[in-house]
Structure formats: C-alpha cells, structure tokens
C-alpha cells in the first residue's frame, strides 16, 4: 500500500510539471535536437546539378559627337543583347557547353541586320581521352600576348562592323573546328583543324565605319591622292571567296614550353585573311576621270609566330612577333605585290597595388620591300597605354585606353567609367575619340567620335 501510494504522487508530480510552461517548452527544444539524428536517414541529401548556366542581357546605346547634331543623327546605335551560356556535365571528364546571343540595333546605322538575329557563340565537347584534351564544335581559340591589335591572335575572324572598338570577346567569330591539346616532354602541343572557311563580318559603304565599295577601298584612294596620283574613280566587283570544300580548310599548331621562369610558344597557321584583298583588275580610260575597277579576294595565310611572357614581382614583361609569308601588298606601280610582313609587340604591364593596373606597349610591323615602290608606309610604329583602378570597393572602376602612332599621325582614345551598383547591374559611360590623317586607318574615322552608355544585368 505503501509502495502503490508513492507511485500515485510521482504520477501526479508529473502531471503537474508537465501543465507548467518552463517544461514545455525544455522538452520541445529536447525533441528539436533529437529530430536530426532521428531524421537523417530518412531526409536524402539532394544531388547537384549538371547543369550550370548564365544570363547576360545589356544595351548599348551610342551618340555621336561630331556634326551634324541633329537629332535623328545623333544617334549611332542602340544595340540590345542577349546572351545565354549553359553547360551539361556530362561526367568528370566530359562536359557540352553551349552559348548563344540574340541581337537587336533598330538604329540600323552600322550594317546590323534591322531585325532580331541569333548568333550561335558556342556548342563544344570537351572531354579526355587519356592525357589529351579535346574540344569539339563552335568555339574560340586565342593566342598571342597583345591587348588591343592582333598579331598572332588570328584564328577567328573579327566583325568589324564597330571597326576593332567591340570587346575581342565578343567580335571573335566562332568557327566550327577540332582541338587537341597532348601533352609532350617538358611542353604542350594544341592542334587545330577548321574544316570551312568563314569570313570576318564587314560594314558596308555607308555604314559608320565602312572604308569605301569595298571595305579597305576608302584608304587606297585617300593614300594615292595623297601621293601625288591622278584621280581616279573606283568601282568594286563581287568579292571571290573559297568554297566550302575540305580543300579550303585551316589548320594550326602551336607548341608550349616552360624555360627558366620564362613561358614560351611557337606557332603557325594556315589558313584564310578575314578581309578581302582589293585585286587591281583594270583602268578603263573614261572621261572625265579614269576608273579602277578592283577585285575584291580572300587569300591564304600563313603566319609563323613565338611568344614569351615571364614574370619579375608586380610587372610582366611580354613578348610576340610574327612573320605573315607572301602577304598581298599595294605597290606605287598601280598593282599589288606578295610579300612578307614581320608585326611584333613588347609588353608591360605592372601591378603596384591591388587596385591600380597600368599596361604599355609597342607595336612594331614592318613589309619586306623599299619604300620607293610601296603604296603606304614601310613601317609602323605604335603605342598603347592602358590604365585601369577602382574605388569604392571595386565598385566604381576608371580606366583609359590610348592608342597612337609614332611614324604616321593617328591616335584613338578610349576613357570608360563602370559602376557596379548591386551584384547583377552594372552601368558605365565611355567615349571613342579618333584623330590622324584621312590616308591612315584612324584619320579615316576622324568624324566617327562617339559617346557609349551601356546597362547590364547578368546572373
């Protein structure tokens, strides 16, 4: 009796902590830490995803600067862009990546078409086989060391329908190819092989940067006035390009190398010029000023290049020269000659702090013929200066850009201001300012200065 009365109070103690909210409230934490344990078999762990992709959408709207200043003139171009990237893991070793981009310019004042047009960017499989890398379909392959003007960088064709003022990124053309990178004793060979031709993508006479009937036609004219030539009327024929056969096809090889502290590449490619070759057909004698007619022609490359770059604490010295073999060549005789050219670039750049980048370099390029029978100078020599910081937490980003050379008087200024106002928008204000004589590739554009203001959302 004893026993079965303590057992009745003990029940009752309980009862009664249990209508207390101090004990509620303990053994609702106390089951809280017990549900991982008891629920961690039962709740499954969620796979990644294969897939990774991004979004781009950004307009580009341009003023220009010069007269005239009427309204409906201002305006250059008003280019909205959307750009789409995925990528599909495949396995640990392979993967497909693909990459689009839609364009719009209702402006219609630099040769885009007037309507909404896709550009595929990229479709590739990359995978291994053993040690070797390989990367099959659209894609872009760089090479070179030079910011601003290409040397080796020559594998995909350009669109020059904003001249070289678009971001290389973006105005590569992607070509359908087959790379392999093998590793070798002490180096790397990459292997190319473009089975088609494409050219760059050209404006046209009466576009803002178009250079005459045919593009490049613009300078030969301005250039033999300025030479003391007769005048002359020209008129462009259809351009001649290589078919799509096998035969027409590109190829290239580079090797890479580590010396010292020093990394080497030496190349070469075989393939096509991106612009045409205005081909010297006939004068005819009409009055009241004779007419050249031209031949507009795609031509063969052969470039053979090396590169170099080492590194001496906050600066970086970099080095490129090529050799571009029987490079067609305007000559005083009124015809055009094969001949060899050499373009070469010395590079610095220095990093003293974190937020500051400066670059310089020097270009030189020279044709492997006097003077007296060349068209346009022998030589060529510029210099870039390129400046980069921020502030605010790399939120608000200055930079300038400044192109000129020394033998002919022609100079490009690029300043830009970017501000980065959350993690997905950006807005920035930059100008394009030409200067030089009418003969030279910037003096042809003196009256295409420009105002860019760019909005961009990306995820």
């Given amino acids: 009796m004893v026993l079965k009365s303590k057992g009745k109070r003990q029940r009752a103690k309980v009862k009664r902590a249990a209508r207390h909210p101090n004990f509620c409230l303990l053994l609702f934490a106390f089951c809280l830490l017990l549900y ?21 959408i950004r307009n580009r709207t341009g003023f220009r600067l010069n007269a005239p200043h009427q309204l409906k003139t201002l305006g250059q171009m008003s280019r909205i862009a959307v750009d789409g ?51 099959l379909g659209l894609q872009q392959v760089v090479w070179g060391q030079a910011d601003g003007l290409r040397v080796l960088d020559v594998i995909n064709p350009l669109d020059y329908r904003e001249f070289i ?10 070509l359908w190819m087959a790379r392999a990178d093998v590793p070798v004793e002490k180096g790397s060979v990459q292997l190319l092989w473009i089975p088609y031709f494409a050219p760059g993508r050209l404006p046209v006479e009466g576009n803002e940067f178009g250079l005459g009937p045919s593009f490049g036609l613009g300078l030969v004219t301005e250039t033999a006035r300025h030479a003391g030539l007769p005048p002359f ?9 290589p078919a799509y056969q096998l035969k027409h096809s590109q190829f290239g090889a580079r090797y890479s190398r580590s010396i010292g502290s020093w990394d080497w ?27 050249a007619v031209f031949q507009p022609q795609y031509e063969r490359r052969k470039v053979f290049g090396v590169t170099g770059a080492n590194n001496f604490g906050p600066v970086v010295l970099r080095l490129e020269a090529g050799w571009n073999q029987d490079r067609t060549t ?5 015809r055009l000659a ?60 200055p930079e300038l850009f400044v192109l000129t050379g020394l033998n002919e008087r022609q ?23 030409f200067g030089g004589n009418p003969r030279n590739i910037f003096g042809a554009f003196n009256r295409n200065d420009r105002l860019v203001l760019e909005v961009k959302w990306s995820r």
Wanted: no cysteine; net charge positive; proline share 8%.
């Fill in 85 to 135: 990237k995925a990528t599909y893991k495949i396995s640990l070793d392979w993967r497909v990546t693909l990459a689009a981009r839609a364009h719009y310019d209702p402006v219609n004042r630099l040769g885009y078409p007037p309507r909404l047009w896709i550009d595929p960017r990229e479709a590739v499989l990359s995978g291994k086989v053993k040690k070797v890398d390989l990367k």
């Fill in 411 to 433: 100079s490009l200024l690029r300043p830009k201001l970017t501000q980065v106002v959350n993690d997905h928008w950006t807005v920035s204000l930059s100008a394009d300012v």
């Fill in 233 to 241: 009327d020209v008129k462009a024929l259809p351009t001649i390009r």
């Fill in 330 to 334: 305007a000559t005083r005789e009124a």
């Fill in 265 to 291: 590449t030496a190349n070469y490619f075989y393939g096509w010029d991106d612009v045409p070759t205005n081909q010297l057909i006939e004068v005819r004698n009409t009055a009241p000023k004779p007419i």
């Fill in 36 to 56: 991982p344990v008891f629920a961690q078999d039962a709740t499954p762990t969620p796979t990644p995803s294969n897939w990774d992709w991004t979004l781009t």
């Fill in 165 to 174: 003022l678009e971001d290389f990124l973006d105005s590569r053309r992607p």
């Fill in 338 to 397: 094969r001949l060899g050219q050499f373009s070469s670039v010395v590079g610095l750049d220095y990093s003293p702090r974190e937020w500051l980048w400066m670059s310089g370099q020097y270009f030189l390029s020279f044709t492997s013929a006097p003077q007296a029978s060349l068209l346009f100078p022998r030589y060529s020599h510029l210099v870039s200066v390129y400046a980069r910081t921020n502030f605010f937490r790399d939120r608000l980003r």
